[in-house]
């Protein structure tokens, strides 16, 4: 089930050159997990009062070409594997003008319980709202 957020860079996103800063790209990333499981009609703050937290594990990205200030950019996120504690996602930031990939991903997340900070199974609920099964 993908999902598809379209933002423009802001000022703050860049550096003096008007290209967006390595590090917002990850951010950008988070806002299309977080609008993807939105998307299934939970939200974080439902499973961190559930008394569980997603935190990441590891990040992949490759970047291959550079955004720029007030360009029209897509960030295209899915879910490529849920396994145990871990939710893997696939995001592409792509140049909606053009169609170019700027910038691939994976972040890997694994759940946690928010008192332990101990691994803990990806709530079914979440499961099946995401239809995978």
Same mark, same amino acid.
């Given at each position: 089930?993908?999902?598809?957020?379209?933002?423009?860079? @802001? /000022?703050?996103?860049?550096?003096? +050159?008007?290209?967006? /800063?390595?590090?917002?790209?990850?951010?950008?990333? +988070?806002?299309?997990?977080?609008?993807?499981? &939105?998307?299934?009609?939970?939200?974080? #703050?439902? =499973? !961190?009062?559930?008394? @569980?937290? =997603? #935190?990441? &594990? &590891?990040?992949?990205?490759?970047?291959? #070409?550079?955004?720029?200030?007030? +360009?029209?950019?897509?960030? !295209?996120?899915?879910?490529?594997?849920?396994?145990?504690?871990? @939710?893997? =996602?696939?995001?592409? $930031?792509?140049?909606? *003008?053009? *169609?170019?990939?700027?910038?691939?991903?994976?972040?890997?997340?694994? #759940?946690? !319980?928010?008192?332990?900070?101990?691994?803990? &199974? $990806?709530? *079914?609920?979440?499961?099946?709202?995401?239809?995978?099964?």
């Amino acid at each position: 089930m993908p999902t598809e957020l379209i933002l423009r860079p @802001i /000022y703050a996103d860049t550096d003096a +050159e008007g290209v967006v /800063y390595y590090a917002v790209y990850l951010e950008w990333m +988070e806002k299309g997990r977080t609008e993807l499981i &939105r998307d299934t009609g939970y939200t974080v #703050a439902d =499973f !961190k009062k559930e008394g @569980i937290i =997603f #935190a990441v &594990r &590891r990040a992949e990205i490759d970047y291959h #070409a550079p955004a720029r200030y007030d +360009e029209v950019i897509s960030i !295209k996120t899915k879910i490529t594997e849920i396994k145990g504690a871990t @939710i893997t =996602f696939e995001h592409e $930031i792509i140049n909606k *003008e053009t *169609e170019q990939l700027l910038v691939g991903g994976k972040i890997l997340l694994v #759940a946690l !319980k928010s008192e332990s900070l101990k691994p803990i &199974r $990806i709530p *079914e609920k979440l499961i099946k709202a995401l239809h995978i099964i």
